[in-house]
């Protein structure tokens, strides 16, 4: 059993700020927090480190690491139907497992510990990356409709049945309907008679263009909130990812169905989608978390670049200064993440919590001076001062190296599988 305690570090707390203490960990969990001296072995020096609960990515499809700068500068469905569906058709079982496997070192590399991610097929190759790094993953099928619907379900069933609570309870799966426009109502309640009988939570894209809220009304009377709750999928715990264009009807439903949702600012500025009313979300009450989106519309998987983008794009959009200040912004990809994929006692340092926890090197020139660690963090720091990445307990990173996965290995078989997948 992992027994081991860091000491002397400045840590994060659920209130936002800023305490030095000794944090124990037992097993999975931190077993307790101390002030004072430390003596013994097993000791992690936590002097010039800062302590975070791990960067929680609430959006993200791991596997388009295969895709990344593929196909740049374009509007979203120019993007999705000419470049990225037909070269995602050529993917095959060993390219999801080694795109997921480089997303998973780029993942911990930048201080992420947890992701939720959709994709497919061959989601159980992702679940296998999941299982081998050490992360915690919430993975769902992605569930096109309108091609393949009632296989992708099927698939979708299987890995629910192979994966769900694996790997220790790491691993948990989510039903993955796309998105309103491939995902029409009557598959969509398909999909919620699936889910209901698994007891299985569901991710979906929702709200991410203009040109998707004018083709639901136009096709649905409706707008995508209002058709979706009427098919009964808000009901059994929904991770809606970007939710840009929203009404006053639309943020509504989110509140009353505890919907969660998952912003993505730097993908969203990139595709020019829009911005997600973030303000408006949280002063109702709505769990709002970040994602990066996947490595070909982002095009990386740095948490803490979203989180800078989350604070600043907050305040552009509403002229507050004020709006999103950095310990929400660091609030948002931990504890506010951890809630959106539905995880237990994750995404905060504190005596019984899961023993997630990431120490930030505060030594390079960006940290200093070092007066507020969490202004750092968010609007200084690069994600290169993760140094430290510790998971249930166990060391996944120490001192930048990698404990669990061989990223030289990793590096060139997905470099085969890119060079093979773009050459003509």
């Not at 939720?116 to 081998?132: H, R, S």
């Not at 203009?210 to 979706?228: A, H």
């Not at 600012?265 to 997600?276: D, E, F, R, T, Y």
Request: glycine content about 8%; aromatic content about 6%.
């Amino acid at each position: 059993m992992n027994s081991f305690v860091i000491s002397g570090v400045k840590m994060f707390k659920p209130s936002g700020e800023v305490v030095t203490a000794n944090i124990y960990v037992s097993g999975d969990k931190i077993s307790k927090i101390t002030q004072g001296e430390v003596a013994g072995a097993n000791v992690i020096d936590g002097k010039n480190k800062f302590a975070t609960p791990g960067l929680v990515n609430a959006h993200t499809h791991a596997s388009m690491t295969l895709l990344r700068s593929y196909s740049d500068d374009k509007a979203l469905m120019d993007w999705l139907q000419k470049d990225i569906w037909p070269i995602e058709d050529k993917m095959t079982r060993k390219d999801i497992y080694w795109g997921a496997a480089l997303a998973a070192v780029e993942m911990i590399k930048s201080g992420t510990t947890a992701f939720a991610d959709m994709y497919g097929p061959c989601m159980d190759e992702v679940a296998k990356v999941v299982d081998e790094s050490g992360l915690r993953g919430s993975l769902s099928q992605g569930l096109i409709g309108i091609f393949d619907g009632d296989k992708r379900l099927v698939w979708n069933i299987e890995l629910y049945k192979n994966f769900h609570g694996r790997a220790d309870g790491r691993i948990q799966i989510m039903f993955g309907p796309h998105a309103i426009y491939t995902c029409p109502p009557d598959y969509l309640k398909k999909v919620v008679n699936e889910a209901a009988k698994l007891g299985a939570e569901i991710h979906m894209h929702m709200n991410e263009t203009k040109t998707e809220i004018d083709d639901c009304i136009k096709n649905y009377g409706k707008r995508p909130f209002e058709v979706v709750a009427e098919t009964g999928l808000l009901d059994l715990g929904f991770l809606a990812a970007h939710c840009v264009h929203l009404s006053d009807e639309e943020i509504e439903i989110i509140k009353a169905k505890k919907v969660r949702v998952a912003h993505n600012p730097g993908s969203n500025m990139k595709l020019a989608s829009g911005i997600c009313p973030v303000t408006k979300l949280l002063s109702k009450g709505v769990t709002v978390a970040l994602g990066t989106d996947g490595a070909s519309s982002n095009n990386n998987l740095d948490m803490l670049e979203e989180m800078r983008l989350a604070a600043l794009l907050a305040k552009v959009d509403t002229l507050n200064p004020l709006a999103v200040p950095a310990a929400q912004a660091l609030q948002m990809a931990t504890e506010n993440g951890a809630k959106a994929l539905n995880l237990a006692n994750v995404g905060r340092l504190e005596e019984g919590c899961k023993a997630d926890i990431v120490l930030w090197d505060m030594c390079s020139v960006e940290w200093q001076p070092n007066y507020n660690p969490v202004s750092l963090l968010v609007y200084s720091a690069n994600s290169s001062a993760a140094d430290t990445v510790i998971v249930d307990g166990k060391i996944l990173m120490q001192g930048r190296e990698l404990k669990t996965l061989d990223e030289e290995k990793i590096l060139a078989e997905f470099t085969a599988c890119a060079n093979r997948l773009t050459k003509n």
